[in-house]
């Protein structure tokens, strides 16, 4: 396709897709003794047949201790309570029945309760995190033993610009409804935003495909999210190298396509998406993107202007910052996040409190975020992001990299409901474009496209349709409920 083939003008090193290396099994993540066939056998969500359940080896949550040992660490932790607490001497034997004779004290009762429950919760914290803690592997072993989160899930080695290569998970979406040569654009990328995977996307990539005429989308995990590689060079996660990725992937896939397009305005012409955070990767493709390529980008609850304004040619994280981080504030964190996603539903309820109706949210909903955290060092590359993003521009200056750039064309969309991101923020970062069309999912929170697929699609649909100048001049555009 021309689009993508121009991409290769971009100043990158040679793309390369290869086979997965053979990886060692983690025998410290599963035994290798309890794998049977079924659990290598994919078996698609019924209400969502493009993402798999997980494997029945892995477990992602924390699991209960058995009552029999909840019981006997209730005692233990009580006798240890009543040596340290009541006083005269205790037969170490019956330290209960000696502290129930003694004359009742209320501060000691309390010390003794406080105690208790302390010893309990430790204990109980270090035995799960010893015999029942949630399934941690990595994506080598994810596909020698079980597969990827989906159908449309790809693994391959990217060179990266500096020389090394970098193993990046993916979705690729041939629509089988789009013939080559019929399409309004070459291609569609999607960027998924903060805490989320390319996952997010899979509800409505076969649709948009269709609605839209395209014949290929794609996306990626950002490095610190998903099951694309986690290196140790923080500089990697910004977003603007997950936009050399996107590039490098759409490029590697304009490779293997045997199917090359006509050479039509079709194939002159990107759609890039980006929700939330993964705003600032779709704007940094738009911006790197040969300037006869015609882009179109759609910033869907962009998380732009949050941060106090900076250059985005900020320094690097320092090596101090990286020392703290790794080995000081970052082990507690750590271990914190994996508690938290650890806890059974928890990303339901996160899912909940962002949504605009938090009963639309389902198990499978919760499923596309639940995924990514069974990864090795999930809770590593999380904090890495968030490093190295503390020292990034806000967004403002791509905006107007990307506004002034010939032959593009911004269409902002937000969920009317939105907790995360507020219309006024927005309005303010917009303000100087008035071109720029600003329009709202009736009834959606911070995901319009997963909460109400079919009315964010009727919405890109009818936006992408009109002009610029009229859309420019509503208030307001809303998707059917």
Not at 117 to 127: D, G
Request: glycine residues 8%.
């Amino acid at each position: 396709m021309k689009t993508i083939q121009a991409i290769a003008g971009i100043r990158m090193a040679p793309s390369s897709s290869s086979a997965l290396p053979a990886a060692s099994f983690d025998a410290n993540i599963v035994d290798a003794s309890l794998l049977s066939q079924e659990d290598a056998v994919p078996v698609p969500r019924p209400d969502e047949p493009n993402i798999y359940s997980l494997p029945k080896g892995l477990n992602p949550i924390y699991r209960s201790l058995p009552l029999v040992v909840r019981l006997g660490l209730g005692v233990l932790s009580a006798w240890s309570a009543a040596l340290t607490t009541f006083d005269g001497k205790l037969v170490w034997l019956r330290p209960l029945m000696t502290a129930a004779k003694q004359q009742a004290d209320t501060r000691k009762i309390l010390s003794f309760i406080f105690k208790t429950c302390i010893i309990f919760l430790i204990s109980n914290l270090a035995l799960q995190e010893i015999f029942t803690p949630p399934s941690r592997i990595s994506t080598q072993d994810m596909i020698t033993r079980y597969f990827l989160p989906s159908k449309m899930s790809n693994y391959e080695t990217v060179n990266l610009p500096d020389g090394r290569s970098l193993g990046v998970h993916s979705l690729q979406y041939d629509s089988p409804t789009v013939l080559s040569g019929t399409e309004k654009y070459s291609a569609l990328y999607l960027n998924h935003g903060f805490g989320a995977s390319s996952l997010s996307w899979l509800p409505v990539i076969p649709k948009l495909a269709k609605r839209l005429k395209i014949k290929k989308t794609l996306a990626h995990d950002a490095v610190g999210f998903g099951f694309t590689d986690r290196p140790e060079n923080v500089t990697l996660y910004r977003t603007s190298f997950s936009s050399e990725i996107g590039l490098q992937v759409l490029k590697n896939s304009n490779n293997n396509n045997n199917n090359k397009a006509n050479d039509t305005d079709a194939s002159s012409s990107v759609l890039l998406m980006g929700h939330s955070m993964g705003s600032f990767a779709t704007l940094e493709m738009a911006s790197k993107l040969p300037e006869d390529v015609s882009v179109t980008v759609v910033l869907v609850a962009p998380a732009l202007g949050l941060s106090p304004r900076k250059e985005t040619n900020s320094s690097p994280p320092s090596a101090v910052g990286d020392f703290v981080q790794s080995y000081i504030s970052g082990p507690p964190v750590r271990y914190f996040l994996r508690r938290l996603v650890g806890i059974n539903g928890f990303w339901k309820r996160g899912l909940q409190s962002v949504w605009g109706d938090s009963e639309l949210v389902t198990d499978s909903d919760a499923l596309r975020f639940q995924w990514p955290s069974i990864g090795k060092g999930w809770e590593h590359g999380l904090l890495r992001f968030a490093h190295a993003m503390a020292g990034v521009s806000d967004g403002q200056d791509l905006v107007k990299l990307v506004a002034n750039r010939p032959n593009t064309r911004i269409v902002v969309i937000l969920g009317e409901k939105d907790k995360v991101i507020s219309r006024s923020t927005i309005n303010k970062i917009f303000s100087p474009y008035p071109n720029i069309p600003i329009v709202e999912v009736e009834g959606s929170g911070h995901d319009p496209f997963e909460e109400n697929g079919d009315g964010f699609i009727d919405l890109v649909e009818k936006v992408l349709g009109e002009q610029p100048a009229k859309l420019a001049d509503e208030d307001k555009l809303v998707g059917p409920e």
